[in-house]
């Protein structure tokens, strides 16, 4: 069984160094990266497609435009970390080594923490691992690193770098859980 994992094609503010807002569209790029890997996708075994409920990961869906007959579900479990007030907040404001990392002792206040979302993606994992189907998820880059820990273990620094590039299929092999 077979988990494959896209973050969202680019956006605007991505591109520019900004935390987006969850109502940010695809930019221009992002809609051919979509569109490219699209036909990708249409090679794979997909039974069923699970994709946040943020309007770039619902746009990079639809640009992907697979067949009509694989159900998709949109999934409240993989939505981006909640950002809280570091929405439109430039990178470079932030200590970005700290702000993604599952260990950090740094408090933004107002912000999911990381531990919180790899639980939160643990147990969506834990779930859809009883099912005997290969899955995709269309989701963000907190998301793409939290299914990266699952996988592979939590780094000892608590960091994950080059999990999560725009519209890369990243692929999991998962057993099927029987309890």
């Known amino acids: 069984m077979k988990l494959y994992v896209i973050r969202h094609g680019e956006t605007q503010m991505g591109k520019n160094g900004i935390i987006a807002t969850e109502d940010e569209p695809l930019n221009e790029f992002g809609i051919k990266q979509a569109k490219e890997i699209g036909d990708s996708l249409k090679t794979l075994d997909i039974d069923l497609v699970y994709c946040s409920p943020i309007e770039r990961a619902k746009q990079t869906l639809e640009l992907f435009n697979l067949d009509k007959d ?60 009883k099912q005997n189907k290969n899955i995709l998820l269309v989701t963000h880059g907190g998301i793409s690193r939290a299914i990266y820990w699952y996988f592979n273990g939590i780094p000892i ?18 057993k099927l859980d029987t309890k």
């Open 70 to 129: 694989i159900p998709v579900i949109i999934e409240e479990r993989i939505k981006e970390r909640n950002m809280g007030n570091y929405e439109k907040v430039y990178f470079k404001e932030l200590d970005w080594n700290a702000f993604w990392n599952y260990n950090s002792d740094i408090k933004y206040p107002d912000l999911e923490s990381m531990k919180d979302v790899y639980n939160r993606v643990k147990n969506f994992i834990d779930e859809i691992k």
């Open 157 to 174: 620094d608590g960091n994950s770098a080059n999990v999560n590039e725009n519209c890369k299929i990243y692929e999991y092999e998962i």
